[in-house]
Nanobody, 114 residues
Framework: VQLQAFGGGLVQAGGSLRLSCAVSKSILSESVMYWHRQAPGKQREWVATITSGGSTNYADSVKGRFTISRDNDENTVYLQAKSLKPEDTAVYYC?????????WGGGTLVTVSS
């Protein structure tokens, strides 16, 4: 299983971005999907989860501003990020848990300027 995140870029504080994560196999409906991020000089942290049943959970730091969703037909998971803050600057990674294994893809850089 291969994953690739894309959609990052440079945005001003208060702006929005939509990140996408393309998955190489049609297994989203049976998978738990994650977004994590790693800011410069910091450890990777969990951002959001969407289960196979569609339940979502968010880190307190992004709750109310970020929305995770998925399109099973397109094999894609999204992270809609609004009201971005400079502290949201990080490389964002998507992950997938399926059949007892977890897979991670390459990240996409989000830079929020003040």
């Amino acid at each position: 299983v291969q994953l690739q995140a894309f959609g990052g870029g440079l945005v001003q504080a208060g702006g929005s971005l939509r990140l996408s994560c393309a998955v190489s196999k049609s297994i989203l409906s049976e998978s738990v999907m994650y977004w994590h991020r790693q800011a410069p000089g910091k450890q990777r942290e969990w951002v959001a989860t969407i289960t196979s049943g569609g339940s979502t959970n968010y880190a307190d730091s992004v709750k109310g501003r970020f929305t995770i969703s998925r399109d099973n037909d397109e094999n894609t998971v999204y992270l809609q990020a609004k009201s971005l803050k400079p502290e949201d600057t990080a490389v964002y990674y998507c992950g997938l848990h399926y059949s007892g294994a977890t897979y991670w893809g390459g990240g996409t850089l989000v830079t929020v300027s003040s």
